[in-house]
C-alpha cells in the first residue's frame, strides 16, 4: 500500500514567522510531488509541483524535495492570516496521485 | 478563462434518490477524474478517464458511476445514494503531462 503522510495539526505559525510542512512517502519510485492548498469547503489549490531533489522556489513559497529520504516539503516565508487553510501533499503514483490527509495551518495575527 | 466547471455547487438529495453530478471544462485536458473527499480526509479517486478510456477504482462502490460523452463533458451518476455518500465531490482535469491536475469548485453533497 503506497502511502502519504502528514502531521494533521494544526500547526500554529505567528503572522510573519516561516511556516514548515513536512511530507513522507512510500513508494521510493515516485517522480512528481506536489502541494495543494485547500481553504475549508473550497477545493484544492495547486501550490507547487516539483520533481527533482532540491528547492524550488516560487514567491513565499519554497518547495524541498529529498528523494533519498523520502520526504518534500513546503516552507512559506512571511505567513500571512490568508495562509491559513489546510495544506495536501500528493505523490504521483504508477496512475494516480497518492494523497496525504492534509496538515492544518493557522497563521495567528 | 479557461477552466473546470462543477454544477451544482451543492445538491441535496434524499436518500436512495438518483442523483447526477456534471463537470465541464475548457481546458481541452485529454484526462478527467473525480474525486470523494470527506472532511478533514484525502480526496479519494472514484474514476478517471484517459480519452475515452474509463479507469474504475477497485474500492469504487458499484453505486457509483461515470460517463464522458465527449471531451469537455464528465458526469457522475450515484444511483442511490446513502447517508455515508454525503461528501465534496471534485472533478479534475489534467493532460497527464508532469502530472498536474486541475480541480473544479467542487459539489458538496448531501443526503436526508
Known amino acids: 500500500q503506497k502511502e502519504v503522510e502528514q502531521n494533521s495539526g494544526p500547526l500554529s505559525v505567528p503572522e510573519g514567522a516561516i511556516a514548515s510542512l513536512n511530507c513522507t512517502y512510500s513508494d521510493r519510485g515516485s517522480q512528481s510531488f506536489f502541494w495543494y492548498r485547500q481553504y475549508s469547503g473550497k477545493s484544492p489549490e495547486l501550490i507547487m509541483s516539483?520533481?527533482s531533489n532540491g528547492d524550488k522556489e516560487d514567491g513565499r513559497f519554497t518547495a524541498q524535495l529529498n528523494k533519498a529520504s523520502q520526504y518534500v516539503s513546503l516552507l512559506i516565508r512571511d505567513s500571512q492570516p490568508s495562509d491559513s487553510a489546510t495544506y495536501l501533499c500528493a505523490v504521483m503514483g504508477e496512475y494516480q496521485l497518492i494523497w496525504g490527509a492534509g496538515t492544518k495551518l493557522i497563521i495567528k495575527p | 478563462d479557461a477552466m473546470v466547471i462543477q454544477n451544482p455547487r451543492y445538491q441535496v438529495t434524499q436518500f436512495g434518490k438518483p442523483v447526477t453530478l456534471s463537470c465541464s471544462q475548457t481546458l481541452n485536458h485529454n484526462v478527467m477524474y473525480w474525486y470523494q473527499q470527506k472532511s478533514s480526509q484525502a480526496p479519494k479517486l472514484l474514476f478517471h478517464y484517459y480519452d475515452k478510456d474509463f479507469n474504475n477504482e477497485a474500492d469504487t462502490p458499484d453505486n457509483f458511476q461515470s460517463r464522458r460523452p465527449n471531451t469537455s463533458f464528465c458526469f457522475l451518476d450515484i444511483r442511490s445514494p446513502g447517508l455515508g455518500d454525503a461528501a465534496m465531490y471534485l472533478c479534475a482535469t489534467g493532460t497527464g503531462a508532469k502530472n498536474i491536475q486541475y480541480f473544479g469548485a467542487g459539489t458538496r453533497l448531501s443526503v436526508l
Open positions: 516539483i520533481y
